[in-house]
């Protein structure tokens, strides 16, 4: 299992995943109270311009949450870097989240993933 976390306070986000061999499971939690607001699965395939691979992603989300608009693009990013299916499951809330706020988080997921990619235990 891999951990990496960005940000400090209410701003922090925990990034946990784990290496099936076969895909990654992982959650994406943070703020003043995670929790399970939605699940996004990334599958690889071929890409329609007919050279490389990309990704479809689905995305279930509790009524009133926008967590995936955060997993998805990690959830994107981490299958097509290995090229196998990704679930993540997310959860970060702050209360009265304002603009900056939601900046601030977006920018911490996007740290949390590039600190998991230099991970020197990490075998790309």
């Excluded at 998805?72 to 989240?97: M, R």
Aim: overall charge negative; charged content about 20%.
């Amino acid at each position: 299992m891999y951990e990496v976390s960005a940000g400090e306070g209410k701003y922090q986000i925990l990034l946990r995943l784990w290496d099936t061999t076969a895909g990654w499971i992982g959650s994406l939690t943070g703020g003043e109270q995670p929790h399970v607001g939605g699940v996004v699965l990334a599958v690889p395939r071929p890409s329609l311009t007919g050279s490389g691979q990309s990704c479809d992603i689905w995305a279930i989300t509790a009524p009133g949450h926008l967590d995936n608009e955060v997993a998805a693009p990690l959830a994107k990013q981490l299958c097509a870097k290995f090229g196998v299916a990704v679930s993540l499951t997310s959860g970060i809330h702050i209360e009265q989240a304002d603009a900056e706020d939601i900046a601030q988080i977006r920018e911490n997921c996007a740290e949390a993933l590039a600190k998991f990619f230099a991970h020197p235990r990490l075998e790309l």
